[in-house]
Structures are given as C-alpha cells and as structure tokens.
C-alpha cells in the first residue's frame, strides 16, 4: 500500500553530516506522518524524529540541537538533517510511514549510518 525509499545514508567522520532522504509512494493519501528510527545490535530500535503532515515534529532527547526533520508534502519527501554526528549516531536508519485510520506503520529497509572516530 505504501512504499518508501531511503537514501543518504553512508560512512562520515565524525563531527561531519549527513541527509538523508526518504520517498514515499503508493497510497499517498492516507499517510498523516512520516519519520526516522535507528536501530543498533542489542538494543530496542529507537525513534529518532517524527513530523506530521501539518508540521508538528518531535525529536529524542539525544539528537536534539544536533538533527532536523522536514518534509515536502508535493514530493511526498522526508528529509533527516544530521550534523555533528558522533560515533554513538551509528545504527540503521528506517524511514517510517504512519497510517492512523488503520493503526498502520510502514517500514523502509533501512540505510546504513557509520560514524568514524
């Protein structure tokens, strides 16, 4: 019903930034909010930002100051800004879709992040 497609994601040093991107497709229209998880071996997956279509965004306390999330309703889009990355930033980003009529998150595969030391 909904696809997403990440990319962005790659290798930086850090104190560097990276952006990454996040398209959906499918059924658009029953999407009312998109954001980014990250994931780590051993640990629970973690949201990192969130914004709705109308804008509102929320953020983990631990990228704050440091990320920003934006979106482009006309391109159907999600961006996440990640600056000052620190090795602790390393994990696996996945770009999320929600779907509150049916209680609905959608997945993307996911695209690796590795900040170097």
């Known amino acids: 019903q909904v696809q997403l497609v990440e990319s962005g994601g790659g290798l930086v040093q850090a104190g560097g930034s990276l952006r990454l991107s996040c398209t959906a497709s499918?059924?658009?229209?029953?999407?009312?909010?998109m954001g980014w998880y990250r994931q780590v071996p051993g640990k629970q997956r973690e949201l990192v930002a969130r914004?709705?279509?109308?804008?509102?965004?929320n953020y983990a306390d631990s990228v704050k100051g440091r990320f920003a999330i934006s979106g482009d309703n006309a391109k159907n889009t999600v961006y996440l800004q990640m600056n000052s990355l620190n090795p602790e930033d390393t994990a696996v980003y996945y770009c999320?879709?929600?779907?509150?009529?049916?209680?609905?998150?959608?997945w993307g595969q996911g695209t690796q992040v590795t900040v170097s030391s």
């Open positions: 999320t879709a929600e779907n509150r009529m049916i209680a609905t998150i959608y």
């Open positions: 499918g059924k658009i229209f029953t999407i009312s909010a």
């Open positions: 914004i709705t279509s109308s804008g509102s965004t």
